[in-house]
């Protein structure tokens, strides 16, 4: 801490400010597809990462990432009370390989996993629906 610290300016990500203009982006199909719930692939986890991202930014989050490898990423980081607070995007179920690394690696006060599902506790792992986010 603080996380500003560890920024590194020539590594970024950029997003979308607009989540319709983003989905406009990617056709029609696209829209289709996530409206019927059957989009697939990288773009599905990239729109779903730009939408927590447009809800963090506007709540006044200031966002990282952490990126540990090629494998284990941490789509958001921010401070909440002298802590680092995780955020993993997930835009279909299965495990949270980088989010558990990162639990074992600081021993967050507390993190959160964004699904397609329902709300849970384990430890101090937090999983709400991505809906959600504007509540964190």
Not at 5 to 34: R, W
Not at 51 to 69: E, P, Q, S, T, W
Not at 103 to 110: G, S, T
Request: overall charge neutral.
């Amino acid at each position: 801490m603080p996380l500003a610290a560890y920024e590194v300016p020539e590594s970024f990500k950029v997003y979308a400010s607009d989540i319709g203009l983003l989905t406009s982006m990617f056709g029609f199909e696209t829209q289709a597809a996530l409206i019927k719930k059957t989009l697939t692939g990288p773009a599905k986890g990239g729109i779903y990462e730009n939408l927590i991202f447009d809800i963090l930014h506007k709540r006044g989050f200031k966002l990282y990432y952490y990126k540990k490898n090629d494998s284990l990423e941490i789509e958001f980081l921010f401070e909440k009370e002298g802590s680092a607070i995780p955020v993993e995007v997930k835009s279909k179920k299965g495990e949270n390989v980088s989010l558990n690394s990162f639990i074992a690696d600081f021993n967050p006060a507390f993190a959160y996993k964004l699904i397609d599902g329902n709300i849970g506790v384990s430890g101090n792992k937090i999983t709400v629906p991505q809906y959600m986010a504007m509540f964190i």
